[in-house]
């Protein structure tokens, strides 16, 4: 048990489907991010969330869209995605300005295939 | 831009014997080094940390090194056994937060039995 609760585990969707991938964080952390990972590269961060606004958007398509309603809270909205987007999707929090620096806590994962 | 570098890629090892994975970054604000341990099919846990104010830090098999003048850090694992096989991450974070949190590319640890 991480305290970063991820759903689904497992996704598989058609390019033209429309889905959403779920974080809940039981830490009371202030931070959520997504980030991506891919065979043979490194962890690849998507977007932060800090007190539920967004403060980083590393360039990600648009066919990525997060949502975060509340501190505890985290989805990625996906659709008309590509193959190359298959990936472990990562959902991580932490809490920011503490004594702790920062570690961000990761949950399980989701692993995402588009056929 | 700021970068972690990490070696070796791939560790292969004898049960018993020692590993040692090296991380060098860039960015002099960091301050704050964290070590993940993914194991397949899981997301990256945290297993060992080291603050800037600190040169080794020990816990049980486990030890990190710091070198803040070579911008050096280490994990060093001793009496290796094969539920060690995994893959390894080190980490480099300024004070300014941790979606500043840069990743290296990972080592994959085999453990031979």
């Known amino acids: 048990e991480t305290g970063v609760t991820q759903t689904p585990r497992h996704l598989v969707m058609g390019m033209t489907n429309k889905k959403s991938l779920k974080c809940e964080q039981h830490?009371?952390?202030?931070?959520m991010y997504w980030y991506k990972q891919s065979a043979k590269k490194p962890l690849e961060l998507m977007f932060v969330?800090?007190?539920?606004?967004?403060?980083e958007n590393n360039s990600v398509p648009s066919r990525f869209s997060p949502e975060c309603p509340n501190s505890s809270h985290l989805f990625l909205h996906l659709h008309t995605l590509q193959p190359e987007d298959s990936a472990l999707y990562l959902c991580?929090?932490?809490?920011?300005?503490?004594?702790?620096?920062?570690?961000?806590?990761f949950g399980e994962g989701s692993w995402l295939t588009v056929v | 831009g700021e970068n972690v570098e990490q070696h070796p890629s791939t560790l292969s090892v004898q049960e018993g014997d020692s590993a040692v994975i090296k991380c060098t970054y860039s960015?002099?604000?960091?301050?704050?080094f964290p070590w993940y341990k993914q194991e397949l099919g899981k997301g990256p846990q945290l297993i060992i940390d080291?603050?800037?104010?600190?040169g080794e830090k020990k816990d049980q098999r486990i030890a990190v090194t710091l070198n803040k003048t070579a911008k050096h850090f280490s994990l060093h694992i001793t009496e290796t056994q094969p539920e060690d096989s995994a893959v390894y991450f080190c980490?480099?974070?300024?004070?300014?937060?941790?979606?500043?949190?840069?990743f290296g590319a990972g080592t994959r640890l085999f453990v031979k039995a």
């Open positions: 991580a929090s932490s809490q920011e300005g503490s004594l702790s620096g920062n570690t961000i806590y």
């Open positions: 830490l009371g952390h202030n931070a």
């Open positions: 969330y800090n007190f539920k606004e967004q403060t």
């Open positions: 960015d002099s604000a960091s301050n704050y």
């Open positions: 080291i603050r800037s104010n600190v």
């Open positions: 980490a480099a974070i300024p004070n300014t937060g941790g979606f500043k949190t840069i």
